[in-house]
């Protein structure tokens, strides 16, 4: 489910809401140490919207045209009003509780949660069409991410692999190769390994760099 966004969506709120914004911040510009040339790209960019706005709301010159003027100007307010509130409020450590709840702005949970490890196995697959390449591709075997991407709490993977005949007896078989932040590892080769059979085995790794369970052994020759 989609976060529900701190800046009102309702017109006459997100209105009284920066209008607030740019009254406390401005107040507290100097306690809070933002620098005054922001308050004032803030401040002019309010007044901008609101000369659009109240010319957009009046009846007597509200048009079609004063209304596009409005949604622009309040398209390019949300904007500067946004990477205000990123930039010098919401990781601020000079402001406290009370002055977000006088802002309107989210609280942060200082609350760290535990990360754990993974528990999804990773499934992969080898790309053998470059010359002395393999190009991993690996995904969850069960999770499907429509648009690709690592699943929820993973960093990135491992790749282990074992190069030769036959199959290694125990783990200590597997070398360590690397570990992908993507779903993607390319992996080159130097010539004489041509022709040489390499077994994969690969796992999630949580950004504490904890891992998960094995996936399946698979194989692929290098071209």
């Not at 803030?42 to 109240?54: H, M, P, Q």
Request: aromatic share 10%; net charge positive; hydrophobic share 35%.
């Amino acid at each position: 489910m989609r976060k529900k966004s701190y800046i009102p969506i309702k017109e006459s709120e997100f209105y009284s809401w920066v209008k607030n914004l740019v009254k406390v911040s401005t107040a507290k510009a100097s306690q809070w140490q933002i620098p005054p040339a922001q308050i004032q790209k803030l401040s002019a960019s309010f007044t901008f919207f609101d000369g659009k706005y109240r010319i957009a709301v009046d009846p007597a010159t509200r048009t079609a045209a004063a209304v596009q003027d409005k949604n622009d100007a309040k398209k390019i307010l949300t904007g500067d009003t946004r990477g205000f509130c990123m930039g010098y409020l919401m990781y601020n450590q000079l402001l406290t509780n009370a002055d977000r709840d006088l802002l309107q702005l989210p609280i942060p949970d200082r609350k760290l949660t535990p990360i754990p490890p993974p528990k999804g196995t990773p499934e992969g697959r080898v790309d053998t069409s470059v010359h002395q390449r393999h190009t991993l591709h690996v995904a969850d075997k069960v999770e499907v991410r429509p648009h690709g991407g690592l699943p929820d709490g993973v960093a990135g993977f491992e790749t282990w692999r074992f190069i030769g005949d036959g199959m290694p007896t125990d783990d200590s078989g597997f070398t360590y190769v690397a570990t992908s932040t993507t779903t993607k590892l390319v992996i080159d080769y130097p010539l004489a390994k041509v022709g040489k059979t390499v077994r994969f085995r690969f796992r999630w790794v949580n950004t504490r760099n904890q891992p998960g369970p094995w996936s399946e052994i698979i194989s692929a020759v290098i071209p």
